[in-house]
């Protein structure tokens, strides 16, 4: 048979252009050598998330800021919150991908899928053999894989990654991070609020290098609070596991060097696109240098029949975007669409605790596009939500464009700011002034009136708040 269209892989990305090609009736297959749900369900979104919130239940308890109200914690089971995250995840997996495709009506192959010229489709099947799969239309979308630097020792030593930090029988006593980024941030933060002494080690100056400085010094501040040390500007040079602990060499800027000793290693250090088994080179496929399926604004590849979807692009890594990209190439590739995606006003959200959620230019990314832009931060002890929650550590920054007060950036530390700062992606999105944002109602006693009383600071003279202007 000869379907309309072949997926290969699972994931958010995957289940996307399945669903979109279904919806107009074609036939689909899919083709899956691990998981089926990929990444997000399986040992990314859905069981950091779970953990995280498992981790912020007992951080709370630990630490109540409540007159009145007496709480404590006793010792972790490790094992019974791994057992409870997988069988959560087994029920999300269920519901959202494998009864999904039985609903929509397409077939999952076990196997691993390799090209051959065509384009068809060799898969070597799950349990023993192969067959050819043949499609009008293919789109990989097989996702990203941890990627580890070259570090002296390193696999002799033996790691942790995200997936397998969250798959260990026990909790570590002592942990090392090597990625300050968004997933290091986050794995640090929850084995560090169930009781493990966690060291998080950057290469770059600081915590969240992409985003606001603001936002880095203030999470480095939430961190050591939290008894987490944060080394910035180091690197990791060499490690090697002693009588079970892996001792670290750090070098500093000016040669100095350092040693560190944890119980585990955790390598945070990004996501590389997943293209091994694919024989990209039969169909003319290209890759870039980082191993990312090169596709144009279409997200076709060099070949007009095989589109790539979600995190194998090196688009950014986020399931919203994986999700995104499978609906545009059901309505590129079917009915010629000329579709694309603008990530202008894409959020990105660092699940730690206060949340780091971002849309738009920073300010150096606005100065480095020439945007002339005038900026605002306003500390969240200017927010009644925060002090009725005794707890003020966040804060909010707008990047505006000077003239016009357009707003082009807005970066806010606070909790919950990943469901807040879905205002100001629409505020960025529909190019919406500094004044209109001061002048929209919002709700009193939410994070989200945080986003109204910063931009109050462009003009007026707002004396109670103790911003920085730039
Ligand atoms: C710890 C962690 C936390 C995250 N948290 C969030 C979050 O909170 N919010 C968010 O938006 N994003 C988050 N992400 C990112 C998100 O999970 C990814 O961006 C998204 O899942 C990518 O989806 P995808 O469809 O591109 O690929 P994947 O979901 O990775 O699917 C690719 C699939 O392809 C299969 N495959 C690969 N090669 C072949 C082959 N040759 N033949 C057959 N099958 C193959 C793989 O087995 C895999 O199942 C997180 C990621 C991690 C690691």
């Given at each position: 048979m000869r379907y309309d269209l072949a997926v290969i892989g699972s994931g958010g990305a995957a289940f996307a252009a399945a669903i979109a090609a279904r919806r107009r009736n074609k036939s689909v297959v899919m083709i899956e050598r691990?998981?089926?749900?990929?990444?997000?369900?399986?040992?990314?979104c859905v069981p950091s998330k779970a953990l995280l919130a498992a981790a912020e239940a007992r951080q709370i308890a630990a630490n109540q800021s409540f007159p009145g109200i007496r709480t404590e914690v006793g010792a972790v089971d490790f094992a019974a919150l791994i057992l409870g995250k997988r069988t959560l995840v087994e029920r999300i997996r269920g519901d959202k991908y494998v009864d999904l495709a039985g609903h929509y009506g397409w077939q999952i192959v076990r196997g691993v899928a390799g090209f051959v010229d065509g384009p068809v489709l060799e898969v070597a099947l799950a349990g023993g053999g192969s067959r050819p799969v043949e499609a009008e239309h293919y789109v990989i979308a097989t996702g990203s894989a941890p990627f580890a630097p070259p570090i002296e020792g390193l696999a002799a030593c033996g790691y942790l990654t995200s997936t397998t930090a969250m798959e260990l029988d026990e909790l570590p006593d002592s942990l090392i991070v090597l990625g300050g980024s968004y997933v290091g941030m986050e794995l640090a933060q929850l084995f560090a609020r169930l009781g493990t002494r966690v060291t998080v080690v950057e290469?770059?100056?600081?915590?969240?290098?992409?985003?606001e400085p603001e936002a880095s010094r203030l999470l480095q501040q939430v961190f050591a609070d939290g008894g987490i040390e944060v080394r910035t500007?180091?690197?990791?040079s060499s490690v090697a596991r002693r009588d079970g602990i892996v001792e670290a060499t750090l070098r500093y800027p000016g040669g100095r060097i350092d040693r560190l000793q944890g119980q585990q290693l955790l390598v945070a250090t990004g996501r590389r696109p997943v293209t091994d088994a694919l024989n990209l080179t039969a169909v003319g496929v290209k890759t870039g240098n980082r191993g990312e399926v090169i596709v144009d604004a279409h997200l076709?590849?060099?070949?007009?029949?095989i589109w790539a979807a979600g995190d194998v692009t090196g688009h950014p890594q986020y399931v919203y975007v994986a999700g995104a990209h499978g609906a545009l190439i059901g309505d590129n590739a079917f009915d010629n669409a000329g579709r694309i995606l603008d990530y202008g006003h894409l959020p990105r959200i660092a699940f730690t605790g206060p949340q780091l959620a971002a849309v738009g230019l920073t300010e150096e990314q606005a100065t480095q596009q020439g945007v002339d832009c005038t900026c605002r931060v306003m500390t969240l002890d200017h927010l009644p939500r925060a002090l009725v929650n005794r707890d003020t550590r966040g804060l909010v920054k707008i990047v505006a464009e000077?003239?016009?007060?357009?707003?082009?950036g807005v970066t806010l530390v606070a909790p919950n700011a990943g469901d807040a700062i879905l205002a100001a992606v629409y505020a960025v999105k529909h190019q919406m002034t500094v004044d209109e944002m001061a002048d929209t109602w919002d709700p009193y006693l939410?994070?989200?009136?945080g986003l109204r009383l910063a931009a109050q600071t462009f003009t007026r003279n707002v004396a109670l708040l103790s911003c920085c202007a730039s």
């Open positions: 691990g998981s089926i749900g990929g990444t997000c369900v399986n040992t990314g290469i770059l100056d600081r915590l969240a290098p992409g985003e500007g180091v690197t990791m076709r590849t060099h070949n007009p029949r000077r003239t016009t007060g357009r707003i082009v939410t994070v989200g009136e």
